[in-house]
């Protein structure tokens, strides 16, 4: 087995965001987590707009790498564009000054993080390595407390430990500041885990996280710790999506070399031949396979598409630019979930309208468009595009703003990668400049 490399902070910003990781777990038994998160973006981003305004004048150690990347830039675009959306349904439907100011407040909490993290990873000296060790430090701890949590409901503990005061700051629910050993699925009655996040499919999505910066982890000891950690939080929280986030987010960018590989055509086009005979009986297969997929969770996936029909009729009858600037209070159709819930690409279109949709589709789109070419060229773009694919997920069946404080290393990841894109492009200009003799 290879020794554990040194790997320490370089400057304070590298502290901070390594000291915050290793930290989540006692963050969460304090219910502090979604104070840290908000907290953090700001700090850092603070930091970030700081080195950027003093230049050479600041300590050399925080010194920005260098102008903030385009696709960065159209995060911060793309999110003022929300609070516009926010301010305009607000005004649209009534809703006061008081409302306003709560929800500008929500926004600064979730959809700004968004914008945030990226621009820490685009000018901050943040090294890759500190981010992944630091998510392999969170995977050991969990490691550790796995044998308690999963005989916690066997022996008569309880399911939630207690709720921290911090809920008087505010925020979507007391679930977010709560201390749980497990949960009971209402469906089934068996239990679930849901580890340090408000519920269980949201674990399962941090756990493909895991998975998907333990497999950059150098060292064999850290990356198993990882990996072992991710796959456990993913099966003990028995969520779907997270099964299929397993395979796809892990699989899906080592396979994008193969678009540059002339046999790898050469096969598809074989495939694509025999799918005229194998077609129907692949796609019936498919079928049965998401028929199943649903099944398993018949309950759950009732009352999310009926959340989404709702949704959608509502956003395109009545509110369809801006949206009607917040959720809504749900039938007893779908068990009284707010309307405008369960999925962030139909909320967005009922809380703030095709422009608040607009404004998120752009930057994912171009982000992903970024990670995919470079994951097809080096392997330095498949942590990227696991995040954004694992983030694509995250969006079709939760609200991602309302998560964005427990997704921050994977938005560092993707501004840390905005850079290194940058600073590649910038070093080919320059070789291709020609010279005066």
Request: charged residues 15%.
């Amino acid at each position: 087995m290879n020794a554990t490399p040194v790997l320490k902070p370089e400057n304070p910003a590298e502290q901070i965001v390594l000291r915050t990781l290793a930290l989540t777990w006692p963050f969460y038994f304090v219910g502090a987590l979604y104070v840290v998160g908000p907290v953090l973006g700001w700090t850092l981003g603070g930091l970030a707009a700081l080195s950027l305004y003093l230049g050479p004048a600041i300590r050399s150690d925080l010194r920005a790498t260098g102008p903030v990347p385009a696709v960065v830039w159209g995060w911060f675009l793309g999110m003022l564009v929300m609070l516009v959306a926010l301010w305009v349904g607000h005004v649209d439907w009534g809703m006061g000054l008081k409302q306003t100011i709560k929800s500008s407040i929500g926004w600064a909490k979730g959809w700004a993080l968004l914008a945030l993290f990226p621009l820490v990873g685009a000018v901050l000296p943040i090294r890759r390595e500190i981010l992944v060790r630091g998510q392999c430090i969170v995977g050991l701890w969990t490691l550790a407390l796995v044998p308690i949590l999963a005989v916690a409901p066997y022996v008569g503990l309880p399911e939630r430990i207690f709720t921290s005061p911090l809920k008087a700051i505010g925020g979507p629910g007391p679930e977010y500041f709560s201390v749980y050993f497990f949960t009971f699925d209402p469906a089934s009655w068996t239990p679930r885990w849901q580890f340090y996040a408000p519920w269980s499919p949201f674990a399962a999505l941090l756990g493909v996280v895991m998975v998907l910066f333990a497999l950059e982890e150098k060292d064999r000891r850290w990356r198993a710790a990882g990996i072992g950690a991710g796959i456990a939080m993913i099966l003990m929280s028995k969520s779907r999506m997270g099964l299929v986030g397993l395979v796809a987010c892990t699989i899906g960018p080592r396979m994008m070399p193969l678009i540059l590989k002339g046999w790898a055509w050469q096969i598809l086009a074989g495939l694509t031949a025999s799918f005229a005979l194998i077609g129907p009986a692949l796609m019936q297969g498919v079928k049965d396979a998401i028929a199943v997929f649903k099944g398993a969770r018949a309950d759950s996936t009732r009352v999310r598409e009926t959340l989404q029909r709702i949704a959608g009729e509502r956003w395109e009858n009545e509110a369809f630019w801006f949206g009607h600037g917040t959720i809504a209070p749900g039938p007893h159709l779908v068990e009284y979930m707010p309307i405008g819930s369960h999925h962030t690409w139909w909320g967005l279109l009922f809380v703030k309208g095709l422009v608040g949709f607009l404004a998120l589709l752009v930057p994912m789109v171009w982000q992903t468009a970024l990670a995919l070419i470079d994951s097809a060229r080096s392997p330095r773009g498949r942590l990227p595009l696991g995040i954004m694919m694992t983030l694509v997920l995250l969006s079709m069946g939760e609200n991602i703003e309302i998560e964005a404080y427990m997704m921050w290393p994977g938005l560092i990841i993707l501004g840390l990668h905005a850079r290194e894109l940058a600073h590649e492009a910038k070093c080919r200009s320059v070789s291709r400049t020609p010279r005066l003799t």
